[in-house]
């Protein structure tokens, strides 16, 4: 009997874990979501050519081509010619993929 209790309790704990896990992890994007809100406005460019494993060459939508980094937390496979992508007016670094753009 004590067994089948501590069956049913471990069950039960499992289960709280894995809730407050998603809650915090939603608690997490919706930090970042009002972050990117709250931080200083970022310019549209696209992706011309890689050139080592953290560097690529942008277009940026005002004219310019820079060389950039990349936020470590994106995937560098996603980031092929031609996508488009947000930079850190500041800093310059790919911050996120934008989806192409419609008419």
């Known amino acids: ?4 209790e501590h069956t049913e309790l471990e069950a039960t704990l499992k289960a ?3 809730d407050s896990r998603g809650v915090r992890e939603a608690y997490k994007k919706s930090e970042a979501d009002l972050k ?3 931080s200083v406005g970022q310019l ?4 011309l050519q890689q050139l ?3 560097r690529f060459i942008v277009k940026a939508s005002s004219g310019p081509r820079w060389v950039v980094g990349v936020r470590t937390k994106l995937d560098k496979k996603e980031l092929k010619l031609g ?3 947000s ?6 670094t ?6 192409r753009e419609v008419d």
């Open 16 to 18: 709280k874990y894995d």
């Open 87 to 92: 930079l850190d007016i500041t800093t310059l």
């Open 83 to 85: 996508t488009r992508v």
């Open 1 to 4: 009997k004590k067994l089948i």
């Open 94 to 99: 790919i911050m996120q993929k934008l989806p």
């Open 52 to 54: 080592d494993d953290d």
């Open 44 to 47: 549209n460019g696209e992706v």
């Open 36 to 38: 990117a809100l709250q």
